[in-house]
């Protein structure tokens, strides 16, 4: 059975087709605020994903956003953690402090990687049984 990474919108291409090319499926995953995909919020251990894969600003919503069905960072870190789902979350290696800044209570799941590395990483992940 192929691995399933579920990504954000704006995810890039060349990844997402690379990791196709080498035997991985991908399926959009939506934040709720741009109804990309399948709802984050919905994943569960029948439809569970091997690897999400997104930028910082697709999880990153403000305090005050109060769109109906749009998620925050800890709704998909509880995703995460529940269903032991890597999540990587692309970022210059210049930027990464800042990131994590932005986040409380960041699970082990969830790695910050600059996009030189994020292929590698991903395949790596994805290449564990």
Do not use: W
């Amino acid at each position: 059975m192929r691995k399933i990474v579920g990504y954000f919108e704006g995810t890039d291409s060349t990844l997402l087709t690379g990791l196709v090319c080498d035997g991985y499926d991908t399926v959009p995953i939506s934040n709720g605020f741009d109804n990309h995909g399948m709802h984050v919020r919905i994943i569960n251990n029948e439809n569970k994903v091997d690897l999400l894969i997104g930028y910082v600003h697709k999880i990153f919503a403000p305090a005050d956003s109060e769109q109906p069905g749009g998620v925050t960072y800890e709704d998909i870190f509880h995703v995460c953690r529940t269903f032991d789902i890597p999540l990587l979350l692309e970022v210059r290696a210049d930027r990464e402090e800042a990131a994590r800044n932005l986040f409380n209570d960041i699970p082990e799941v969830v790695e910050f990687i600059d996009p030189d590395e994020i292929f590698e990483k991903a395949c790596a992940i994805l290449e564990t049984p």
